[in-house]
């Protein structure tokens, strides 16, 4: 029995050190590759000008669709804060998907709105449209709000889309707050590109928690105060300013967020908009766009915007941070099992020889590995047989390795947008990347190996996400 | 781009001249730039014809729309000549030059297009559904002849008189239309005072199809609000 297990323990060890050396040298890449393509973004849009496409006849139109469901606590101020971005030919589509709390009273009294008769094409089935309403103030004249029955955000979207008259659409987070300048600095790709078709875009998601706002605006950029939001904060940069930056340049990038993206309103309904039976609406979207255009054989890109132009409030507890990222794991397995086609697959270009075969080994199999790993050394601790220079010299080299990762992602933020600006906002977020590991990186795992069980069992719930909301926290801060 | 902008803003004579050698795509992003220099320094323009006839589809594109901004109506010619062109992006551009420059004497171009661009969308979907039986893989190439009818419709609404009722009658019931292209044929007739909203209403008493009804009533109320 003990030399089965020692011809295992051989084979298992040796396994882990080829997939952490990939898993590093991915990252060293990723690392890389943002890099360089970050300095080529800021050097070419430092001095541009956006303010040339706020005044341009020539500027394409934008729909703003908001999906907002039980969001009355922020409602009001957030769609202030979308009616007051700066851009010429846009509108706002908030769509109530079925809110149970009081989100459709408060909108109705803040913005003067009453129900109009409207005639569209339903392109993409959906719930029950209850009624469309427009406010009675032209200066709110760029609002349309759509009230539905439930039928869950991607159903939202998809009421939205059908909605829309504009040649973009921009999708945003009703809880998020973007930068007044968003829509400008989102739109200018799609305009630069003369070789291929620009399907999508994404930005850069900032956290938003313990920022100042003030009517719907981020007034003051502040560190988070408690650990748990302060930890995301420096995952969210690692993952935005490492990750999508690196993919965006490799056009291999499978996921435009869903707090905020613009995409091409042609292609999003001629792949027949968002699917409304999954949790991962937003990754298996961008996928089937992508696979769409490969089959048609057009050029295409997604790309992907570094500056920080959307900030969201993120989980402040470890309970809704669990709902959350489980919910994430199911969404990326949706989408990998969905198109497992592209899996390696040429004929798709870069997402099917990268994008999905990197989401595949490294962002889902990484995790369910490492637990097995961890099983794996309770099992030969007990049985007295575990290698302990290997296992302290695989722990130390992997623990330092997250934290030079992390070390780099808080110079890439701090050399380029440097949006935390005191020296003490720095050293919190070094010495939170020390803790980082041992704190929080367990649960993130346990939250991960938790969707897969889900997903196998054919949970498709969302589970409840709960906000403190930035008006009250506003008010708690006084 | 820098270079072109400052070309722009420094040329004594011809600032536009670089577009005569250009060979490369002249992007979205560059025509808004150059368009803002041109506003902003208020460098005169005095014909763009030069450019509808070059070899570059994009500088075309450029001169059409710098054409419709700038109004240049002594331009229609050559713009009514452009309708046709092979570059199916540029005949887009044509006719939204022609909705800018609001010239009823090409209405009958106009039409014609939209005949020979509905011709050619039926291929296009009758080939789809040929080709495809999976809804998700209907291909691309609908949207640019849907564009232009859209765009002609668009066009002839600034002009159209009654000679145009029966041309927007057809867009309005063809039920192969998307809504929207359907709704702006609507409205349009709702603007031909007083034949196009008679034409309506008796549509309204004796149409069977609810769909048109819906949207009749719609656009009317729209109008008195």
Same mark, same amino acid.
């Given at each position: 029995?003990?030399?089965?297990?020692?011809?295992?323990?051989?084979?298992?060890?040796?396994?882990?050190?080829?997939?952490?050396?990939?898993?590093?040298?991915?990252?060293?890449?990723?690392?890389?590759?943002?890099?360089?393509?970050?300095?080529?973004?800021?050097?070419?849009?430092?001095?541009?000008?956006?303010?040339?496409?706020?005044?341009?006849?020539?500027?394409?139109?934008?729909?703003?669709?908001?999906?907002?469901?039980?969001?009355?606590?922020?409602?009001?101020?957030?769609?202030?804060?979308?009616?007051?971005?700066?851009?010429?030919?846009?509108?706002?589509?908030?769509?109530?998907?079925?809110?149970?709390?009081?989100?459709?009273?408060?909108?109705?009294?803040?913005?003067?709105?009453?129900?109009?008769?409207?005639?569209?094409?339903?392109?993409?089935?959906?719930?029950?449209?209850?009624?469309?309403?427009?406010?009675?103030?032209?200066?709110?004249?760029?609002?349309?709000?759509?009230?539905?029955?439930?039928?869950?955000?991607?159903?939202?979207?998809?009421?939205?889309?059908?909605?829309?008259?504009?040649?973009?659409?921009?999708?945003?987070?009703?809880?998020?707050?973007?930068?007044?300048?968003?829509?400008?600095?989102?739109?200018?790709?799609?305009?630069?590109?003369?070789?291929?078709?620009?399907?999508?875009?994404?930005?850069?998601?900032?956290?938003?928690?313990?920022?100042?706002?003030?009517?719907?605006?981020?007034?003051?950029?502040?560190?988070?105060?408690?650990?748990?939001?302060?930890?995301?904060?420096?995952?969210?940069?690692?993952?935005?300013?490492?990750?999508?930056?690196?993919?965006?340049?490799?056009?291999?990038?499978?996921?435009?967020?869903?707090?905020?993206?613009?995409?091409?309103?042609?292609?999003?309904?001629?792949?027949?908009?968002?699917?409304?039976?999954?949790?991962?609406?937003?990754?298996?979207?961008?996928?089937?766009?992508?696979?769409?255009?490969?089959?048609?054989?057009?050029?295409?890109?997604?790309?992907?915007?570094?500056?920080?132009?959307?900030?969201?409030?993120?989980?402040?507890?470890?309970?809704?941070?669990?709902?959350?990222?489980?919910?994430?794991?199911?969404?990326?397995?949706?989408?990998?099992?969905?198109? &497992?086609? @592209?899996? /390696? #697959?040429?004929?798709?270009?870069?997402?099917?020889?990268? +994008?999905?075969?990197? $989401?595949?080994?490294? %962002?889902?199999?990484?995790?369910?590995?490492?637990?097995?790993?961890?099983?794996?050394?309770?099992?030969?601790?007990?049985?007295?047989?575990?290698?302990?220079?290997?296992?302290?010299?695989?722990?130390?080299?992997?623990?330092?390795?997250?934290?030079?990762?992390?070390?780099?992602?808080?110079?890439?933020?701090?050399?380029?947008?440097?949006?935390?600006?005191?020296?003490?906002?720095?050293?919190?977020?070094?010495?939170?990347?020390?803790?980082?590991?041992?704190?929080?990186?367990? &649960?993130? @795992?346990? /939250? #991960?190996?938790?969707?897969?069980?889900?997903?196998?069992? +054919?949970?498709?719930? $969302?589970?409840?996400? %709960?906000?403190?909301?930035?008006?009250?926290?506003?008010?708690?801060?006084? | 781009?820098?270079?072109?902008?400052?070309?722009?803003?420094?040329?004594?004579?011809?600032?536009?001249?670089?577009?005569?050698?250009?060979?490369?795509?002249?992007?979205?992003?560059?025509?808004?730039?150059?368009?803002?220099?041109?506003?902003?320094?208020?460098?005169?323009?005095?014909?763009?014809?030069?450019?509808?006839?070059?070899?570059?589809?994009?500088?075309?594109?450029?001169?059409?729309?710098?054409?419709?901004?700038?109004?240049?109506?002594?331009?229609?010619?050559?713009?009514?000549?452009?309708?046709?062109?092979?570059?199916?992006?540029?005949?887009?551009?044509?006719?939204?030059?022609?909705?800018?420059?609001?010239?009823?004497?090409?209405?009958?171009?106009?039409?014609?297009?939209?005949?020979?661009?509905?011709?050619?969308?039926?291929?296009?979907?009758?080939?789809?559904?040929?080709?495809?039986?999976?809804?998700?893989?209907?291909?691309?190439?609908?949207?640019?002849?849907?564009?232009?009818?859209?765009?002609?419709?668009?066009?002839?609404?600034?002009?159209?008189?009654?000679?145009?009722?029966?041309?927007?009658?057809?867009?309005?019931?063809?039920?192969?239309?998307?809504?929207?292209?359907?709704?702006?044929?609507?409205?349009?007739?709702?603007?031909?005072?007083?034949?196009?909203?008679?034409?309506?209403?008796?549509?309204?008493?004796?149409?069977?199809?609810?769909?048109?009804?819906?949207?009749?009533?719609?656009?009317?109320?729209?109008?008195?609000?």
């Amino acid at each position: 029995m003990i030399e089965f297990f020692r011809s295992l323990q051989f084979i298992v060890e040796n396994g882990i050190i080829v997939f952490t050396i990939f898993i590093f040298g991915s990252y060293v890449a990723l690392a890389f590759f943002s890099a360089f393509s970050m300095l080529n973004y800021i050097r070419k849009n430092s001095f541009v000008d956006y303010k040339v496409l706020l005044s341009s006849p020539l500027a394409p139109s934008i729909s703003v669709i908001a999906p907002a469901f039980n969001e009355g606590k922020t409602i009001v101020d957030n769609i202030r804060s979308l009616l007051s971005l700066h851009y010429n030919d846009f509108e706002v589509i908030i769509v109530n998907d079925g809110s149970t709390d009081d989100s459709m009273e408060k909108i109705v009294k803040a913005y003067d709105l009453e129900l109009i008769d409207s005639v569209y094409e339903e392109k993409i089935t959906t719930q029950h449209i209850r009624g469309i309403y427009k406010s009675r103030n032209k200066a709110f004249g760029k609002l349309i709000v759509i009230d539905k029955d439930n039928g869950g955000k991607a159903d939202a979207l998809n009421a939205g889309i059908n909605f829309s008259q504009k040649e973009y659409i921009s999708v945003v987070d009703v809880d998020s707050v973007l930068v007044e300048d968003a829509l400008l600095i989102m739109a200018k790709p799609f305009l630069e590109e003369t070789d291929r078709d620009i399907i999508a875009s994404g930005g850069v998601i900032r956290i938003a928690n313990s920022c100042k706002i003030e009517e719907g605006k981020i007034t003051e950029v502040k560190l988070p105060g408690s650990f748990l939001p302060r930890v995301q904060v420096l995952e969210y940069t690692r993952a935005f300013l490492m990750g999508r930056m690196a993919w965006s340049k490799l056009n291999g990038l499978l996921l435009v967020s869903g707090a905020f993206g613009m995409f091409n309103r042609d292609i999003v309904l001629k792949v027949g908009g968002y699917n409304t039976t999954l949790v991962g609406e937003d990754m298996e979207l961008i996928v089937r766009m992508r696979r769409y255009m490969s089959e048609q054989k057009k050029k295409y890109k997604v790309i992907y915007i570094p500056d920080p132009l959307c900030w969201t409030e993120v989980p402040a507890s470890l309970k809704v941070l669990g709902r959350q990222r489980d919910r994430w794991t199911r969404g990326t397995m949706e989408s990998l099992f969905i198109h &497992f086609k @592209l899996f /390696f #697959n040429p004929k798709y270009g870069s997402l099917g020889t990268m +994008g999905h075969p990197y $989401w595949f080994f490294f %962002e889902w199999l990484a995790p369910i590995f490492e637990f097995i790993g961890i099983i794996y050394f309770i099992t030969i601790a007990l049985l007295g047989i575990p290698n302990w220079p290997f296992f302290l010299l695989l722990l130390s080299t992997i623990y330092f390795f997250a934290v030079t990762l992390s070390h780099w992602a808080i110079l890439f933020e701090e050399l380029s947008f440097h949006r935390y600006r005191k020296k003490r906002e720095v050293i919190k977020m070094l010495f939170t990347s020390m803790l980082e590991p041992i704190f929080y990186h367990p &649960f993130i @795992l346990l /939250f #991960n190996i938790r969707g897969n069980f889900k997903y196998f069992i +054919g949970e498709k719930t $969302w589970g409840k996400m %709960e906000r403190v909301g930035f008006a009250e926290e506003k008010k708690t801060r006084r | 781009m820098e270079s072109q902008v400052a070309m722009v803003k420094l040329a004594e004579d011809n600032p536009l001249s670089f577009l005569n050698d250009l060979t490369s795509v002249l992007s979205y992003w560059e025509q808004v730039n150059i368009h803002n220099t041109l506003l902003y320094h208020q460098i005169n323009i005095d014909s763009f014809d030069e450019w509808l006839n070059s070899s570059n589809a994009s500088v075309v594109v450029f001169a059409l729309r710098m054409i419709s901004l700038f109004k240049h109506t002594h331009s229609a010619g050559q713009v009514r000549e452009l309708l046709f062109n092979d570059n199916a992006g540029v005949s887009l551009e044509a006719v939204k030059t022609m909705h800018a420059l609001e010239l009823p004497d090409h209405v009958k171009d106009l039409k014609t297009l939209y005949e020979s661009e509905t011709l050619n969308l039926d291929a296009i979907v009758k080939e789809q559904r040929k080709s495809n039986t999976d809804r998700d893989i209907e291909g691309l190439d609908d949207l640019m002849p849907r564009r232009i009818r859209y765009e002609i419709v668009k066009a002839i609404g600034p002009v159209a008189s009654q000679n145009d009722i029966s041309f927007l009658e057809k867009v309005a019931q063809d039920f192969n239309n998307t809504f929207k292209l359907r709704i702006l044929a609507i409205q349009i007739l709702m603007s031909v005072k007083p034949h196009g909203e008679q034409r309506l209403n008796q549509i309204l008493e004796g149409n069977n199809d609810e769909l048109i009804k819906k949207m009749i009533i719609n656009v009317k109320q729209n109008q008195e609000s």
